[in-house]
C-alpha cells in the first residue's frame, strides 16, 4: 500500500487546513487510518485514528474540536480537517495505514505515508 499525503502549508494562527491522503490500494476498506505528526525535535505523535468504515474516530486530547477525521472508501482517501489552528500545531503530518484500531483509538500501523509540512504563524 502506498499513501500520498497533500494539502500542507503556511496558515496564521486561527485559520484552517484540510490534509488529504490518497490510498493506493485496491482493498482500501480493509484498513484502520490514522495521522500523526513529528514536530522539529519531537518525537512522531499520534493525532487521529477511523475505523475501517468511519464509524469510530478517535483524537488526541489536544486537538479533539478542532480536527475532524474522515475517509471516503470509494475514492481510497482519507483527510483530516484541521481548523483554529495554533503555532504549536506546526509539525510534519504523516498518514498511515493499519490492520487495527484497539478500544482507545490506537492504531498498528502497518504503511506509512510520507509527510506533509503543516506551519501556523502566530
Known amino acids: 500500500v502506498q499513501l500520498q499525503a497533500f494539502g500542507g502549508g503556511l496558515v496564521q494562527a486561527g485559520g484552517s487546513l484540510r490534509l488529504s491522503c490518497a490510498a493506493f490500494a485496491r482493498t482500501f476498506s480493509t484498513y484502520t487510518m490514522g495521522w500523526f505528526r513529528q514536530a522539529p525535535g519531537k518525537e512522531r505523535e499520534f493525532m487521529s485514528s477511523i475505523s475501517r468504515f468511519g464509524r469510530r474516530t478517535y483524537y488526541v486530547d489536544s486537538v479533539k474540536g478542532r480536527f475532524t477525521i474522515s475517509r471516503d472508501n470509494a475514492k481510497a482517501m482519507v483527510y483530516l480537517q484541521m481548523n483554529s489552528l495554533k503555532p504549536e500545531d506546526t509539525a510534519v503530518y504523516f498518514c498511515?495505514?493499519?490492520?487495527?484500531?484497539?478500544?482507545?483509538?490506537?492504531?498498528?500501523?502497518?504503511?506509512w505515508g510520507q509527510g506533509t509540512q503543516v506551519t501556523v504563524s502566530s
Open positions: 498511515a495505514a493499519g490492520d487495527s484500531l484497539d478500544a482507545i483509538g490506537n492504531i498498528n500501523v502497518i504503511y
